[in-house]
C-alpha cells in the first residue's frame, strides 16, 4: 500500500502512463490532493475521471466511486485493473458471494478504487461497513443526477448527503459534464459541501458551427437526407425522439447511404453491431435516440442533426459535442417547429402528474411497509401514472420505497420541491425553445447558459447566427421592401430609448397586428444577426410570480444608423436548398462592420490560405466586378450569385464549358443557366 503522498506528475506518467495533463487536470488534482472537496464540471471527453482517480492514488488507501450506470462503472474499472490496480465493484449484475467477496476486501484494506451503485446506499447496514474503514477520497460520478434541478434525475443519489457524513473527512470529488450554475449549487447542498472548489472548464468548442431551423416534422428525415448526401458531411449521427422515428429516419437515409437506428429497442448483440460498424465506418450513419454515444470514441463525426426538439439545453449540448471531436470542423443542425412543444407539453403532463393524484397516495401510506403493488390496487390507479407519481414521491421525500419495493409514508413536506422541479421541468423547455429563436451566437449562448465563467463570451464566428451565408440547412434571403421599412421603423422607436419589450414594441407598430408577432420577431432576430441590436431575456416579477420577457435594444451601431436600411438576412422559409454551398468550409464572407470575430482560422483549410497566382488573381478580380455588377442589376447581395468559397473555386477551376461549370460545389443547374454564359465565358478570357 501505497501511504505516502506522491507527485502528481509521477503518477500520471508512472501509472496511467500519459506524458502530460491536459487543461485543468493538474489544477484539479491538487486541490483533492491536499483534501478539499471538488465540484469538477468538464465537457464529455475532458478527461474527468482522471481528476478523482490519480489523486486518490497520490493520497493512498481506497477510494469510494459511485457511479450511475453499471456500464460505465464496469468500463472504469476494467481500465484500472489493466493498469495494475485493485479495483472492486458492486451493483446489480453481481451475485450476493462476489458482493460478499468485494466487501471482505474493502475491509481488508485491499483495494484502491471500490465502484458502488447508488441503489446499494438504501441496503440496512451497507453504509455503517462501509464506516469501519474509512475512504481516503470520495467521487461521485455524474454528480447532476443528485439535482432535481438537472436532467437525469436519480433519486438514490440523494441518499448520498445523509451517507457522506459517515464516510467523513476524506475530500469528496463531484464530477459531472452537464451542470447549470443552478444545478452546481444544487448538487453541493444536496452533498453538504460547504467549501469546494469549484472548476467549471472547457465548454468552448472552437470547431462546432451550431445550426437551428424551423421545418415542419414531415420534411426533416428529407432534409437530414439531402444534408448527408455530401460525403464529407458524414461519418454523422441524427438524433430522433422515438424508436418508431428513428426506425423510419434511417429507411430514408439508408437509401441513399449506408445508415443504421440504433435505440434501447433492439437486443444488445444489434446494438453492439450497429455501435462497432459505425466505428469501423461500415454504417455511416447512426438515427438513435438518447441511448446512443454515451461512452462511444469516435473523433471524425462531421454533423450531428437533430430531427426532434431536444427537452433540454443540457442534453443538446452533449449530444452536439459528440460531433468533431478531432478538431475538425464540424456542423450540428437543430430541427424544430412548434409541434416540438406540443410533443414535450404531452410528454410534462405524463412526468409529472397532478398534485391531486400524489395527494392520493400519500393519504393511502401507512407507517408499516407495503409494497407497492399492493398501494397501486387499493387505489385503482392506472400502474404508468401510479408509477410515475411515485417516482416523484420518494424522490421528494412524500414516499419510502425500501430496497425490496415496500412502501412507507414519508414527510409532510415535498409538495414545495415537486413543484419547482415541475416548474423547472417546464421552464427547460421553455430555454430550448429560446435558443431555436437565436438571437445571438448560439456557441456564446450554450457557453452563458453552463456559467462557464472563464470564457471570454466572444461570438464563434460560425454559427447561423454568426456566419448565415455558410449556413447549410437554411438559406437566407434579404429583406423586403415592407420589411426594410419595418427595420426602420423598429430603428427610429428605439433610436435613444434603453429598450423596449419585444410584446410592446410589436404593440406600439401594429396596433392592428397588422404584422404577426412571429414574423415580427424573426425580423428582430435579423437586426441583431447584423450586430445593429440587442435581444435579451428578462424578467418581472408579478403576484410572486416570474414572468420571462424579450428585450429588445439598440447598439451603437443601431444608433447610427440613418436613413438607409441596413443589409440584412431573414430565413428563407422556401429554401433549405442545400446544393448551393461549396465543399469546403471557409471563413466568413460576411462584412466585418458589424463588429463581429471573424471564424477562427482553426476552421479554415490550410488551401484557403494558398494565395493566387497573377493569372488567378487576375481572373479573381474579373469575377468579382462581374458579381457585384449583377447583383447590383438584380438588387440583391453578391452572395446570392455565389458565396466567396464558390468564388475561389471558379477561379481554381476555371470553368469553361457548362459542364465544367457544374462540377463546380456551389453551382447548381439554375445557377448554371442563368450565368453559366458569363462565368465560363469570363474564365476562357483568362
Ligand atoms: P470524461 O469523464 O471527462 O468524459 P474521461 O475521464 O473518460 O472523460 O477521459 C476521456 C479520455 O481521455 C479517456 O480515454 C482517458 O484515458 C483520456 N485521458 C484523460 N486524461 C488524459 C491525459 N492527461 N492524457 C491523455 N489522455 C487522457
Ligand atoms: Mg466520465
Not at 130 to 135: E, N, Y
Not at 451 to 478: H, K, N, T, Y
Not at 577 to 589: G, V
Not at 597 to 605: D, K, T
Request: with cysteine; hydrophobic share 40%.
Amino acid at each position: 500500500m501505497n501511504q505516502a503522498v506522491r507527485a502528481p506528475i509521477d503518477v500520471l506518467r508512472q501509472v496511467f502512463g500519459f506524458p502530460d495533463f491536459r487543461a485543468n487536470q493538474e489544477e484539479v488534482c491538487r486541490a483533492a490532493i491536499s483534501g478539499r472537496d471538488v465540484l469538477l464540471v468538464m465537457p464529455t471527453g475532458a478527461g474527468k475521471s482522471l481528476c478523482y482517480q490519480l489523486p486518490a492514488l497520490a493520497r493512498g488507501g481506497t477510494a469510494l466511486v459511485v457511479s450511475p450506470l453499471i456500464a460505465l462503472m464496469e468500463d472504469q474499472s476494467s481500465k484500472l485493473a489493466a493498469l495494475g490496480l485493485r479495483v472492486g465493484r458492486i451493483h446489480s449484475g453481481l451475485d450476493r458471494e462476489a458482493s460478499r467477496a468485494v466487501c471482505r476486501d474493502y475491509l481488508d484494506g485491499n483495494l484502491q478504487f471500490f465502484f458502488l451503485a447508488p441503489e446499494r446506499l438504501r441496503v440496512p447496514g451497507f453504509v455503517e461497513m462501509l464506516a469501519k474503514r474509512k475512504p481516503n477520497l470520495i467521487a461521485i460520478d455524474e454528480a447532476h443526477c443528485i439535482s432535481g434541478w438537472g436532467h437525469d434525475f436519480r433519486p438514490d443519489y440523494r441518499l448520498l448527503g445523509e451517507s457522506l457524513q459517515a464516510l467523513r473527512p476524506a475530500p469528496v470529488i463531484a464530477l459531472t459534464a452537464t451542470a447549470t450554475p443552478v444545478v452546481q449549487d444544487d448538487i453541493l447542498n444536496q452533498l453538504h459541501l460547504k467549501n469546494a472548489a469549484r472548476f467549471i472548464h472547457g465548454f468552448r468548442r472552437k470547431n462546432l458551427a451550431i445550426e437551428a431551423v424551423e421545418v415542419s416534422k414531415p420534411r426533416r428525415a428529407q432534409l437530414a437526407r439531402e444534408l448527408l448526401t455530401r460525403e464529407e458531411r458524414r461519418p454523422a449521427i441524427v438524433y430522433a425522439p422515438t424508436r418508431k422515428e428513428a426506425e423510419e429516419t434511417a429507411r430514408v437515409l439508408g437509401e441513399a447511404f449506408p445508415a443504421a437506428a440504433y435505440h434501447a429497442g433492439l437486443d444488445p448483440e444489434t446494438r453492439e453491431r450497429i455501435q462497432r460498424h459505425f466505428i469501423e465506418g461500415a454504417v455511416q450513419v447512426v438515427v438513435a435516440t438518447i441511448a446512443f454515444g454515451m461512452g462511444i470514441d469516435k473523433a471524425d463525426v462531421r454533423t450531428v442533426i437533430h430531427i426532434a426538439l431536444p427537452a433540454a439545453l443540457e442534453g443538446y449540448y452533449q449530444e452536439i459535442g459528440r460531433a468533431g471531436r478531432d478538431g475538425k470542423p464540424s456542423r450540428t443542425i437543430l430541427m424544430h417547429s412548434y409541434a416540438d412543444r406540443r410533443t414535450h407539453d404531452f410528454f410534462y403532463q405524463r412526468d409529472y402528474p397532478e398534485l391531486d393524484i400524489l395527494d392520493r397516495i400519500v393519504k393511502s401510506l401507512k407507517a408499516e411497509p407495503r409494497p407497492a403493488d399492493e398501494v397501486r390496487d387499493a387505489l385503482k390507479m392506472d400502474a404508468e401514472v401510479f408509477g410515475k407519481a411515485l417516482d416523484k414521491l420518494a424522490a421528494h421525500g412524500g414516499a419510502v420505497i425500501d430496497f425490496e419495493g415496500n412502501v412507507t409514508r414519508g414527510n409532510t413536506t415535498w409538495r414545495a420541491p415537486y413543484s419547482a422541479q415541475s416548474s423547472n421541468r417546464q421552464a427547460q423547455v421553455e430555454k430550448m425553445m429560446r435558443f431555436t429563436e437565436g438571437a445571438r451566437c448560439r456557441m456564446a449562448a450554450l457557453i452563458e447558459h453552463f456559467g462557464d465563467e472563464e470564457d471570454s463570451g466572444r461570438l464563434c464566428g460560425i454559427c447561423d447566427f454568426c456566419a448565415p451565408e455558410q449556413a447549410i440547412a437554411q438559406v437566407f434571403r434579404p429583406l423586403t421592401d415592407l420589411e426594410q421599412r419595418t427595420v426602420m421603423d423598429v430603428i427610429r422607436t428605439l433610436r435613444g430609448t434603453r429598450g423596449s419589450s419585444v410584446g410592446k414594441l410589436h404593440k406600439q407598430l401594429f396596433p392592428r397586428e397588422q404584422m404577426d408577432r412571429d414574423e415580427f420577431e424573426t425580423l428582430l432576430v435579423s437586426l441583431a444577426r447584423g450586430g445593429y441590436a440587442t435581444m435579451e431575456e428578462a424578467t418581472f416579477e408579478t403576484d410572486g410570480r416570474t414572468i420571462p420577457y424579450r428585450k429588445v435594444g439598440l447598439t451603437s451601431e443601431g444608433e447610427e444608423l440613418t436613413e438607409t436600411p441596413p443589409e440584412l438576412l431573414l430565413p428563407d422559409a422556401s429554401g433549405t436548398e442545400t446544393q448551393d454551398r461549396s465543399r469546403k468550409p471557409a471563413r466568413s464572407a460576411k462584412k466585418s462592420s458589424s463588429g463581429k470575430a471573424a471564424a477562427p482560422s482553426s476552421a479554415a483549410p490550410a488551401d484557403d490560405e494558398t494565395p493566387f497566382s497573377p493569372a488567378e488573381a487576375e481572373r479573381e478580380k474579373r469575377l468579382r466586378a462581374w458579381r457585384s455588377g449583377e447583383a447590383k442589376k438584380h438588387g440583391f447581395p453578391a452572395f446570392r450569385i455565389f458565396g466567396d468559397k464558390t468564388l475561389r473555386a471558379i477561379v481554381l477551376e476555371r470553368p469553361r464549358t457548362m459542364d465544367d461549370l457544374l462540377q463546380i460545389s456551389g453551382i447548381g443547374p439554375e445557377k448554371a443557366s442563368r450565368f453559366g454564359t458569363e462565368i465560363c465565358s469570363i474564365c476562357t478570357e483568362g
